[in-house]
């Protein structure tokens, strides 16, 4: 599977961005795909979390209520619409597909067998 983010950018705290990330090769195995960050001198963090088949959804806490994951089975593509954007919100985005689990959806790293190459998002305040 291969994963290609774009929609990052620059954009003033209270403004509002879109990611998306499309998958190719072999998408029929997508389990889950899911969204991280990573800040300068940070680890790379979760963000959200979407299951390809059922409408289950997973978020952290910095960015519920705030951002809002969607995907698009027919065009093998995940979104990420990023609302109320903050300084601290400035970070390289990465799209991921997850491995399956009995769990569902995952926060770890380790549970993301794809990586995407990361769009970059700075927030101005």
């Known amino acids: 599977v291969q994963l290609q983010a774009s929609g990052g950018g620059l954009v003033q705290a209270g403004g509002s961005l879109r990611l998306s990330c499309a998958a190719s090769g072999r998408t029929f195995s997508i389990y889950s795909m899911g969204w991280f960050r990573q800040a300068p001198g940070k680890e790379r963090e979760f963000v959200a979390a979407?299951?390809?088949?059922?409408?289950?959804?997973y978020y952290s806490d910095t960015v519920k209520g705030r951002f809002t994951i969607s995907r698009d089975i027919a065009k093998n593509t995940v979104y990420l619409q990023m609302n109320s954007l903050k300084p601290e919100d400035t970070a390289v985005y990465y799209c991921a597909a997850g491995r399956p689990l009995r769990a569902g959806l995952s926060g770890r790293k380790d549970d993301y067998l794809y990586w995407g190459q990361g769009t970059q998002v700075t927030v101005s305040s």
């Open positions: 979407i299951m390809w088949g059922p409408d289950t959804i």
